[in-house]
């Protein structure tokens, strides 16, 4: 962006001065590359964080659902930078768009009444099945790409385990107070938890 407006300003010179865009002081966020801001919470806030239970014993089924249930970890990050990078992906992952729309197809009663009543419920079931899990899975999609850009890696939990300290949003959130609880135990697992198994990757 800086460059552009550095070329704009170049291009708009020969003809008759500075444009107003040039003339303003361009304003970057403080040690942060996050268009979110700099978080607040510091590494003396880890002392009011209850680590999750990581450790378990495998019956070896629930490898399979890994690509759902996992925690993030990276090698010698403190807490604060750990909840810092996640915040940063958690904000990213909100209101995404499940892409299930109201779409119409002709039938018999199309253009009636009764045809844009069943229309109108037909979409709302279809949401309610679809558009929930698709968003959940957007958002799975969209936190394992942002932290495995930012270096983590990715270890499975079982289900039950994941519970404890995870969320998902389909067509309803979660508040913000128990969201920034679950987020802080998810930024002391990736700065300091002990994961077992694999490293899984993206």
């Known amino acids: 962006m800086h460059d552009l407006a550095a070329v704009a300003a170049m291009v708009a ?4 001065g500075t444009p107003a865009a040039a003339q303003e002081k361009t304003v970057y966020l403080v040690d942060s590359a996050s268009p979110f801001g700099v978080s607040a919470v510091t590494n003396a806030d880890a002392q009011s964080v209850t680590m999750p239970k990581l450790d378990y014993t495998s019956n070896g089924t629930e490898a399979a659902d890994f690509d759902k249930y996992y ?8 807490f604060a930078t750990a909840y810092g990078d996640i915040a940063e992906c958690d904000n ?11 779409v119409q197809v002709p039938y018999p009663y199309a253009g ?8 109108a419920i037909g979409s709302a079931v279809a949401m309610a099945i679809f558009g929930s899990a698709e968003k959940r899975r957007l958002r799975r999609v969209n936190m394992r790409t942002c932290m495995n850009f930012k270096g983590y890696d990715r270890y499975g939990l079982p289900k039950a385990l994941w519970d404890e300290f995870n969320f998902e949003e389909g067509l ?20 300091s938890g002990k994961l077992q198994g694999k490293v899984l990757g993206l």
């Open 92 to 102: 990213y992952a909100r209101g995404l768009q499940s892409g299930v729309s109201d």
């Open 13 to 16: 010179l020969p003809f008759g």
């Open 112 to 119: 009636t009444m009764a045809g844009a009543l069943g229309g």
């Open 71 to 78: 925690a993030f970890h990276r090698a010698d990050t403190d």
């Open 172 to 191: 309803s959130g979660v508040n913000e107070e128990k969201r920034q609880h679950y987020l802080k135990q998810q930024a002391l697992v990736a700065s």
